[in-house]
Every structure is written in structure tokens, then in C-alpha cells.
T-cell receptor
Framework: GAVVSQHPSRVICKSGTSVKIECRSLDFQATTMFWYRQFPKQSLMLMATSNEGSKATYEQGVEKDKFLINHASLTLSTLTVTSAHPEDSSFYIC?????????????FGEGSRLTVL | GENVEQHPSTLSVQEGDSAVIKCTYSDSASNYFPWYKQELGKRPQLIIDIRSNVGEKKDQRIAVTLNKTAKHFSLHITETQPEDSAVYFCAASMGGGADGLTFGKGTHLIIQP
């Protein structure tokens, strides 16, 4: 079946540093990918929609200068958490629809657990 | 925007019994309702979905029902097994698919042996 791969699965960084997370669709092309954040025992909260070849669309309350998204190819989107702080520690998950945005099934990456010290 | 409410937050059932999780949505324009299962520390996986042109869909022990008038949909799991223990999320979107999915807060399903 379709696979979305996310890397790294775990990352620990110092406060003030930047961390990049990659999301790849392995066997299909995705012009759109989604980035979510999930705090412990909570639901998935959509952060932004990544669009290939154009700017990402951010949800209300999500700082675009802090969470940089780049969707440079049809199979890769990256999320960079800039100047990370302990409150940014969370589980970040990407997803991509296969078969079209409005008809396809949404596949999730494995998630990346970020811990900021 | 869309608001999805999910109940209960925790559900404990005896192995072999049925489990029902309910969700309501606010926007009558929503037309796609998937359910995801997430095991601890893992990715959510689609287990079943329904579109607004049908009222019920079944896949082996799992079924989903949709009441468009009341704007609610439910997940039914019959003959529950230990491996059904997980967090289940409902979601709704207006795009007919993956675009703009709004998730419920999740239900932690515990299957008691």
C-alpha cells in the first residue's frame, strides 16, 4: 500500500537550535501534504498545509516564521522548527493524500517526537 | 470552521463485547467522515470511512453509521479483541476527502480480557 515516511523519528535538541523534519511519499506523488502536532493524550491538530511549488497555508495561531515549511518536490515536504523551545516539544506527524485531495485516502508518516531541552 | 465532538474520551469493554464511539459535527457541508486508529507512539491508520451519500458502511467487525440530519456519525466495533485497544479518532471534512480534516479529541478504547 501507499507509504509516507517521516524522518527522524526522534530528535532531542537544545533550546534555541533548529530542527528539520522530512516527510516523503514513497510510492505516489503528493502536491499537498499536511503537518500536524499532537501533544500527549491529545488529538491531532493541523498546523499547516504544504503545497508543492507554492507557500504553505498555516492554521490560525501557528507562527509561519517559527515553523518553516518547504515542499520542493512532489514527494518531499520539510518542516523546520526554528529557535526551538521546550514548549515546542511534541509529536509532529505529516500526512499525504493518495488519489487526489478530495477523493483519496490520507496516509500518515510515522511521526517525529521532538524533545527540546 | 468545522467543530467535531467525540465521546466518550475513554471506553472500557469486556473482550467479545461491542464498542460504540460517537461523533458530532457542526458544519452541514461536511461530506467525508473517516475513522483512524492510533496505537501508542505510532501513526494513525485509517480503519473505515464514509461519505455523505451513504448512511452505513461495514467492514467485517467494524461499521460506521452516518445521520446527516442530526450531524452525527458513529463507529461500531463488534466482538472486540485485545488488539482493538488503541485511541480512535473521528474526523470530518468538507472537501470530500483529505483536505481540511478536523479531528475529534479521540477515544481511548480499552479491551478488558
Amino acid at each position: 500500500g501507499a507509504v509516507v515516511s517521516q524522518h527522524p523519528s526522534r530528535v532531542i535538541c537544545k533550546s534555541g537550535t533548529s530542527v528539520k523534519i522530512e516527510c516523503r511519499s514513497l510510492d505516489f506523488q503528493a502536491t499537498t501534504m499536511f503537518w500536524y502536532r499532537q501533544f500527549p493524550k491529545q488529538s491531532l491538530m493541523l498546523m499547516a498545509t504544504s503545497n508543492e511549488g507554492s507557500k504553505a497555508t498555516y492554521e490560525q495561531g501557528v507562527e509561519k516564521d517559527k515553523f518553516l515549511i518547504n515542499h520542493a518536490s512532489l514527494t518531499l515536504s520539510t518542516l523546520t522548527v526554528t529557535s526551538a523551545h521546550p514548549e515546542d516539544s511534541s509529536f509532529y506527524i505529516c500526512s499525504a493524500p493518495r488519489g487526489g485531495l478530495n477523493t483519496g485516502e490520507l496516509f500518515f508518516g510515522e511521526g517525529s517526537r521532538l524533545t527540546v531541552l | 470552521g468545522e467543530n467535531v465532538e467525540q465521546h466518550p474520551s475513554t471506553l472500557s469493554v469486556q473482550e467479545g463485547d461491542s464498542a460504540v464511539i460517537k461523533c458530532t459535527y457542526s458544519d452541514s457541508a461536511s461530506n467525508y467522515f473517516p475513522w483512524y486508529k492510533q496505537e501508542l507512539g505510532k501513526r494513525p491508520q485509517l480503519i473505515i470511512d464514509i461519505r455523505s451519500n451513504v448512511g452505513e458502511k461495514k467492514d467485517q467487525r467494524i461499521a460506521v453509521t452516518l445521520n446527516k440530519t442530526a450531524k452525527h456519525f458513529s463507529l461500531h466495533i463488534t466482538e472486540t479483541q485485545p488488539e482493538d485497544s488503541a485511541v480512535y479518532f473521528c474526523a470530518a471534512s468538507m472537501g470530500g476527502g483529505a483536505d481540511g480534516l478536523t479531528f475529534g479529541k479521540g477515544t481511548h478504547l480499552i479491551i478488558q480480557p
